[in-house]
């Protein structure tokens, strides 16, 4: 759950800043980021920001926004699989609306290219650098067979042939829903596996 909700972060940073816009369903006058490719059977943890959000309600109602919640609870997640922490400064604005239509073009895609990848950082202002150890985060969490079978299956050589066959047990060339590792060394545990397993030829993503 701490890889997901760090990613739910993260996709609600990139689409109108932090402001739980990621979180709201689809409404007349909103269309639903959730529904978006990205995040769509993809991203996860929504009912734990709910939990947490009617629990601080119950002791505090009215003063706590959901994009708050969400922001401390990515950095607790992050802390709590011994990954970094940092301080969270609170008093973010929930926004009544939220875009599909931003989602999909501002958060980044499995099937982009590098070029995409550091102009979509660079609109945030992140540079190409800050884009890479962002990535760290897929030292934790999961990935869908069909966001990495293209890979697996094309007797590339910037894949480990091994690993591709180790994947290739879970992961039919068609792709599927399956879920993988993203860092099949240290599943659980934040640390820098991600870019090691890299350098390796064994990255998923
Ligand atoms: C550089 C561009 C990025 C691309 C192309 C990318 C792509 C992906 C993909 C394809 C998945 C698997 C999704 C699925 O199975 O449907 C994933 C998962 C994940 N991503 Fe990224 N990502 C990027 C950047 C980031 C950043 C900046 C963060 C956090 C700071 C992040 C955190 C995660 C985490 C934690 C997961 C696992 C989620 C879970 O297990 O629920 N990613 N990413």
Same mark, same amino acid.
């Given at each position: 759950m701490a890889a997901s909700l760090i990613r739910l972060h993260f996709h609600d940073c990139f689409v109108q800043g932090c402001d739980a816009s990621i979180l709201l369903d689809e409404a007349a006058t909103t269309t639903s980021e959730r529904n978006a490719a990205p995040n *769509?059977? !993809?991203? *996860?943890g929504y009912e734990v920001i709910e939990a947490a959000k009617s629990e601080v309600e119950k002791i505090?109602?009215? &003063? &706590? !926004?959901c994009a708050d919640v969400l922001a401390v609870a990515a950095r607790d997640a992050s802390f709590a699989v011994g990954g970094p922490s940092w301080t969270v400064k609170l008093g973010r604005k929930d926004s009544t609306t939220a875009n599909r239509a931003l989602a999909e073009s501002d958060l980044p895609g499995f099937q982009s290219s590098l070029e995409v990848l550091i102009s979509q950082f660079a609109n945030k202002g992140l540079s190409a650098r800050d884009m890479v150890a962002l990535s760290g985060s897929h030292t934790i969490g999961q990935a869908r067979c069909l966001t990495f079978s293209n890979r697996i299956y094309s007797n590339g050589s910037n894949i480990d042939a091994g690993f591709a066959s180790t994947r290739k047990r879970t992961c039919p060339a068609s792709g599927n829903g399956n879920l993988a590792p993203l860092d099949l060394v240290t599943p659980n545990s934040f640390d820098s596996n991600y870019f090691k397993n890299l350098i390796q030829k064994e990255g998923s993503s």
């Open positions: *769509r059977d !993809s991203a *996860r505090c109602p009215g &003063v &706590v !926004s």
